[in-house]
């Protein structure tokens, strides 16, 4: 404020009266501005957690006075929080209202100092009341014809009547019946698919840009079998396929060469064999007619040295001769013996020429059976990340999880508008059952327009 005048004791002050009002003290104050209930906004967050403004000095001289001040005209934090101090700076102090008799000189001196004015700023200096400096609030000349230069003046507060205390009531209510304040949303987000390590469960959510807060974002999800709910497809049909072998491959294996091995009998054997018992054989010469004999007797008549001894036989060497060969066994004992050979160095060698093996399927099909299916196991543990951030919580089920704080902010350390991810992977093939609860406020207004 820039001085523009001044009454002083002795110079143009000739009463003064002083009323204080300390009905009106307010030492600690909460201001709220745009919003409702939990989504209005405060200074707590500019304001180390306080919700609330004080003056301390105002409280250790008149008591704890608090007050809640409403005012949704501010979205801006900083903005509530500075008129807040400005309206706690003039509330902490009782209201004082000085009256005050004084001589206009500028009739006299022509100076601008001693101009008396509404509105204007007065520096008052009084020996009991020491210098301040006020507004000119009201002025009045009680006798324009007998006295034109006495004057009266009132300065600083101006007390609070009924009518300023109206005026206020309807400049609020006049705020509020065109002041969009928004409302609160809930939206739910399902998932119910199989998943797995590479394929994780994906809940995407978009926060608009007209959100002004977010209230909550709460996971519940339990894991069960991985589910199909059919085991078999139709078959192409006539297809042909031609599988070709290596071709000229030689394999050779080597036996150890040079070993000689023995097996033994069981040694002390007999093996009797039987003859078939009561056969008879007989042989026959038929019909010898002549039977010579020569001889060369040594020592005999030399005359007599070559001759022929001949004797005629006519039926005397036709005859038979019978053998009967009784019932009998024959006997062979085979003693304990062994049988030994040599396996000479050697090698064997196996040539596959080129060549192909065909086949040919042909045409078929290949019924579904129809039906759900689940896999006989579950995962053991899985991974929740928010924005790519990972959640503290491996267990397969979980309730009212709190995803608030992985969420991706801003250089301010706001909560980013625009699309978010949660993704559960599991750490087997599994079911993931999952919903996803987003609570915040939104303003109800747009720039959108027909």
């Not at 209201?95 to 700023?121: H, N, P």
């Not at 399902?190 to 809940?203: G, K, T, V």
Request: glycine share 8%.
């Amino acid at each position: 404020m820039d001085v523009s005048c001044e009454v002083r004791f002795g110079k143009n002050q000739r009463e003064i009266e002083r009323e204080i009002d300390p009905t009106g003290v307010i030492n600690r104050i909460y201001p709220k501005g745009y919003g409702e209930g939990v989504n209005q906004l405060t200074i707590r967050e500019i304001n180390n957690g306080r919700p609330y403004l004080e003056n301390e000095a105002s409280i250790a001289k008149y008591g704890l006075i608090p007050y809640v001040w409403v005012d949704r005209r501010f979205e801006n934090v900083e903005s509530l929080k500075a008129s807040a101090q400005a309206l706690l700076d003039e509330r902490s102090v009782p209201k004082v209202s000085y009256r005050i008799s004084a001589v206009d000189l500028s009739v006299l001196t022509g100076m601008d100092v001693d101009k008396l004015r509404l509105g204007r700023i007065v520096r008052l200096v009084d020996p009991d009341l020491g210098a301040f400096e006020a507004r000119i609030v009201a002025e009045s000349k009680p006798d324009m014809v007998g006295s034109p230069g006495d004057i009266q003046l009132e300065i600083a507060n101006k007390t609070e009547n009924l009518g300023t205390t109206q005026a206020d009531l309807e400049r609020r209510q006049e705020i509020n019946e065109v002041y969009a304040q928004g409302a609160t949303n809930l939206l739910a987000y399902s998932y119910d698919d199989n998943a797995d390590f590479s394929n994780p469960a994906i809940i995407r959510f978009n926060l608009p840009e007209e959100t002004v807060r977010v209230n909550g974002l709460t996971l519940w999800f339990e894991t069960s079998e991985f589910r199909t709910y059919g085991q078999a497809t139709q078959g192409g049909g006539a297809t042909s396929t031609t599988t070709s072998g290596g071709g000229a491959t030689t394999a050779t294996s080597s036996s150890g060469g040079g070993v000689a091995k023995s097996t033994a009998s069981g040694g002390g054997s007999t093996a009797t064999s039987s003859s078939g018992g009561g056969t008879t054989i007989t042989s026959s010469i038929s019909n010898p007619t002549f039977f010579a004999y020569t001889s060369n007797p040594v020592g005999l008549n030399p005359a007599y040295a070559d001759h022929i001894h001949a004797i005629n036989v006519t039926d005397q060497m036709n005859h038979n001769h019978s053998s009967t060969i009784p019932n009998h066994q024959h006997t062979v004992i085979i003693p304990s013996h062994t049988h030994n050979f040599d396996v000479p160095n050697h090698s064997h060698s196996v040539s596959i020429p080129n060549h192909t093996h065909d086949f040919t399927i042909p045409n078929h099909i290949h019924e579904i059976a129809h039906g759900i299916y689940k896999l006989n196991r579950l995962p053991s543990t899985v991974t929740i990340k928010v924005d790519g951030k990972a959640v503290s919580h491996t267990s397969t089920s979980g309730d009212n999880i709190d995803l608030v704080p992985y969420l991706s902010t801003d250089s301010g350390n706001k909560i980013q508008r625009g699309w978010h991810t949660v993704e559960i992977t599991p750490n087997d093939l599994g079911r993931i059952n999952a919903q996803l609860n987003l609570q915040f406020f939104i303003q109800s207004r747009g720039d959108y327009s027909l």
